[in-house]
């Protein structure tokens, strides 16, 4: 039996949190390219640069973002019965080739200066200038950070892992900039626009790995499976569990698994206990593609079943 509900207020709540999330993203994005533009050309500092560069891979990461989130919220069609939820970790991907891609050019621009050291001029200005940035930038990842623990977006929580990096970055701009200026030392600017390469790098590879792990299909974590095995275990109609399965797409989440009934009870009433198992399953998913297939008890399965006294076996048994 599958269950697919018509979106609740909840959802509907969730999703124009994310797309205002996406726009906020953007916006401030680009008003941080602005700054550090003028700042950069006045200073012309590497680790002004470096935050520059950033900021412009996050406002072209926002865009593919905003457009990801937006396509993904589009309902199930013909073409498309699960959903468009995989636009989102696809969005998580191209973020990370991005800020991958910003690492590699920073890292060069580093290294360059490595070799020809120049003074940084009005390092005042690119501090207040930092300054201002962190702020913007902090109110954008508490908002983040509120949105995807509500949501569980991939893609608002790529986006807020890298302007979580933002911050890290400008403390070291501000740092490089004040060593610079007020103790003369013009090998730290280069110096810290490696490290923060290597910083921004780092992030690339979890937003990565986060995307590819939702593309292939992961299985929930093994404590959310088994409490999800026992909140089904314990309608006193169900005497075992087995092949449970669970991966999500985007704001989406999918159940499937056999449940263990009476071989004697009637199909009006397996359908009644099935019911009662999604309305429990509900809270904890308000939207999500459950699939419900009924055995009789004793009846053989592929790998053992979960029962009430047993611990979670896992989604697929290994046969030798």
């Known amino acids: 039996m ?41 200073t012309d500092a590497v680790s002004l640069l470096a935050s520059l560069l950033d900021s412009t891979t996050d406002a072209l990461a926002s865009g593919v973002t905003l ?18 939820g995989k636009l989102e970790p696809l969005a998580g991907l191209a973020q990370s080739v991005l800020v991958l891609g910003s690492a590699i050019w920073l890292a060069v621009s580093a290294v360059q200066r490595l070799r020809d050291p120049r003074p940084v001029a009005l390092g005042v200005v690119g501090i207040a200038v930092m300054l201002i940035a962190s702020g913007a930038t902090l109110l954008l990842v508490r908002y ?24 890290l970055m400008n403390a070291v701009v501000i740092v490089s900039l004040a060593a610079t200026t007020w103790l003369g030392w013009q090998l730290i600017d280069p110096l810290l626009g490696l490290c923060v390469a290597v910083l921004v790098a780092r992030s690339a590879w979890q937003i990565a790995w986060d995307s590819v792990q939702l593309l292939m ?30 991966r999500r797409s985007g704001t989406l989440a999918f159940v499937q698994f056999h ?14 206990v099935t019911d009662a198992i999604e309305r429990a399953l509900r809270d904890a998913y308000p ?15 592929e790998g053992p079943s ?15």
């Open 2 to 42: 599958a269950v697919s509900p018509p979106l609740s207020p909840e959802v509907l709540a969730q999703q124009l949190m994310m797309r205002k999330a996406t726009r906020a993203s953007l916006a401030v994005a680009i008003g941080l390219i602005a700054l550090k533009a003028a700042a950069w050309w006045w």
């Open 259 to 272: 449940v263990e009934l009476d071989g004697d009870m009637s199909l009006r009433a397996a359908h009644e």
């Open 144 to 167: 983040q950070r509120k949105v995807s623990a509500a949501t569980r977006s991939t893609a608002v929580n790529a986006d807020r892992l890298h302007y979580e990096s933002d911050l």
């Open 287 to 301: 939207h999500a593609e459950i699939l419900i297939h009924v055995d009789p008890e004793g009846h053989p399965t």
């Open 306 to 320: 979960i029962v009430r006294e047993s611990a979670l076996t896992p989604a697929v048994e290994v046969q030798p």
């Open 217 to 246: 299909d992961r299985e929930f974590p093994d404590e959310e499976r088994r409490a999800l095995a026992d909140a089904v275990l314990a309608h006193p109609e169900v005497h075992g569990v087995h092949d449970l399965r669970t």
């Open 67 to 84: 457009v990801a989130v937006h396509a993904s919220l589009q309902p199930a069609d013909e073409e498309h019965r699960f959903g468009h």
